[in-house]
């Protein structure tokens, strides 16, 4: 049995896995890459594997870094089935036609700036219209059941507790007489997102390919991420000011508008019920037409929420409804928000700030001081929102330079993503352990992180630690690169490495992008440089230090100038 990994490596989009065994290929995710211009470069590039060799399809969920280029994979002829949950198809069917939506708009721009350069116009990766066509094979399946694709291959959907319809996926291969098992996360959820049920645990498994995006880093737990919203939603409210909420149109959204609804079972001391009284006379405003079309889903799919939701539906209370909750469905209604001087919380899409109505929101209230620009999702490297978590002064939307005043807070415990304690606690749910682990869709950095965190318990001196808590774990860790082919035996080992056809074109583009960064890098150093070393009480020898670094720095720029 071989794994050829060709997306989310080092990076956490593009989820797209070739697996080979009992004489059938199949995939496991055919995301969409997203973030950098080099990344998405990924998406317009032929496939690493013959389309028509393809036997099945295994769709984790419906993110588009999961589900984006099915469509591409349907215009190249494929035909066969590909199988995800109900809520899956459901969400697919909104989210991939709204993605090919957004690649029409995007090629119109591009090909009237190709038109005045003299170049001929470039099509779209897919249409909207393509992407609905590609629902036609789809296969919806329901959790915990055993699904026979073949005699040799059966698989298993479980609720992985990411989003709506999310699945970590069980795969059994016979294969020359022996049964290998393999399981796929997908993306894990937290064991306490608003909504849904918490992520199954697996008994046991011969290899694991699982998800790292918060490797190396812990989020806050639930109680402190709901006061850290209040007081951050309050206080800009207080001032007048507009709350803008860059969501992922499906999964945060629904998580975000529990969450307002859910805050009042808390109102235990005054300042608190000041605190939710302001929240609650300030409108909230859903402002994405796939978000509000989601939520109808969520409605439909109600049977998979968690315990304490399906309590509260019981009792006449809808999760998702509340009032002064308003859903802004066209452009013009949208255009409209800006420029209303009421304190508001807006809720819109893309949760990276890319595309959508996200960006009018941006343009229009972060250069205001008394504005939030409030982030509760992961920013990929190279998106306009990471930019502005990181902490860029001025950013460019719609060709504008934007200063960037308003007031910057992120709640990481809103992510849909399970962050190192509870990967951790994943490995650990393991009756029998996993003979290796793959480690996928995270940032290098965090990867690294999370391996050593795995190796460390093999090497802990605390011999009751080793024991008790991992029964001695000694589980091999692999960080796979982006083409590379393992074969599962005993001992893994790489097979195979493919390049995709434009990687030099792609370090080309790395580098303007460093270049790019730099320039920024640089401009923020004026800033501070003005503002912390050329004041009148700094020291004399402090500046004379600086203008040395400052001077070798310039003969480093030099030198690659004059060899370049």
């Not at 494929?78 to 690649?103: E, F, V, W």
């Not at 490797?215 to 209040?230: S, T, V």
């Not at 709640?411 to 996993?434: C, R, V």
Request: charged residues 30%; hydrophobic residues 35%; aromatic residues 8%.
């Amino acid at each position: 049995m071989n794994i050829t990994f060709l997306g989310a490596t080092k990076t956490v989009t593009g989820s797209n896995f070739l697996v080979e065994g009992a004489g059938k290929k199949f995939l496991v995710d055919c995301g969409m890459f997203q973030g950098s211009t080099k990344d998405e470069l990924k998406n317009a590039e032929p496939f690493l594997f013959d389309v028509n060799e393809i036997d099945f399809m295994l769709l984790t969920h419906a993110h588009i870094d999961h589900s984006g280029r099915i469509p591409k994979l349907y215009n190249e002829g494929y035909r066969k089935p590909i199988y995800a949950t109900k809520a899956t198809c459901d969400l697919c069917t909104i989210m991939l036609p709204d993605s090919g939506h957004i690649q029409e708009m995007e090629i119109e721009w591009k090909n009237r700036k190709r038109k005045r350069e003299g170049k001929e116009a470039l099509p779209p990766l897919y249409t909207a219209e393509e992407a609905l066509k590609a629902m036609e094979v789809f296969k919806p399946v329901k959790y915990d059941e055993i699904i026979e694709i073949d005699p040799n291959i059966h698989v298993r959907f479980n609720d992985a507790g990411h989003m709506l319809g999310s699945s970590i996926i069980e795969v059994w291969i016979n294969e020359n007489g022996e049964e290998i098992k393999t399981v796929f996360t997908g993306d894990l959820g937290n064991n306490d997102i608003p909504l849904l049920s918490s992520p199954t645990m697996i008994e046991r498994t011969d290899y694991l390919v699982m998800e790292s995006t918060y490797g190396g880093r812990l989020h806050n737990r639930n109680e402190e991420k709901a006061q850290m919203f209040l007081k951050i939603v309050s206080e800009t409210l207080e001032n007048g000011g507009t709350v803008v909420i860059p969501s992922f149109a499906v999964g945060r959204t629904q998580e975000i508008l529990y969450e307002l609804n859910n805050l009042k079972e808390n109102q235990d001391d005054e300042k608190f019920k000041k605190e939710y009284e302001k929240l609650m006379s300030a409108p909230v405003y859903v402002d994405s037409p796939l978000a509000i079309s989601a939520t109808e889903v969520f409605k439909e799919n109600m049977d998979l929420f968690d315990e304490e939701t399906q309590e509260l539906i019981k009792r006449g209370d809808n999760p998702l409804e509340f009032p002064g909750l308003k859903f802004t469905r066209t452009a013009d209604e949208s255009k409209e928000l800006n420029e209303k001087n009421e304190p508001s919380i807006i809720i819109s899409a893309s949760g990276m700030c890319e595309v959508g109505r996200i960006k009018h929101h941006l343009k229009h209230n972060l250069w205001n001081p008394n504005s939030t620009i409030l982030f509760v999702g992961y920013q990929a490297p190279g998106t306009l929102g990471r930019k502005i978590v990181d902490g860029a002064k001025t950013v460019k939307i719609f060709g504008e330079e934007i200063a960037v005043n308003a007031r910057i807070e992120y709640i990481e415990g809103y992510s849909g993503h399970a962050d190192q304690e509870w990967l951790m606690n994943f490995i650990y749910s393991y009756a029998i352990k996993p003979k290796h682990i793959f480690l996928v869709h995270g940032e290098a950095e965090g990867q690294i992180i999370l391996k050593n965190k795995i190796l460390e318990v093999r090497r802990s001196k605390n011999e009751w630690f080793r024991n008790k808590i991992l029964e001695d774990l000694n589980i091999p860790v692999t960080i796979p690169e982006y083409g590379e082919t393992y074969e599962l035996k005993e001992k893994v080992s790489m097979t195979n490495r493919v390049e995709g056809p434009n990687e030099k074109k792609f370090v080309r583009l790395e580098i303007l992008e460093r270049m790019r960064t730099l320039k920024e890098e640089i401009e923020d150093m004026e800033e501070i440089v003005k503002d912390g070393y050329l004041s009148e009480d700094r020291k004399e020898e402090d500046i004379t230090e600086l203008a040395e670094r400052l001077k070798e720095l310039e003969n480093q720029i030099v030198k690659i100038v004059e060899k370049s």
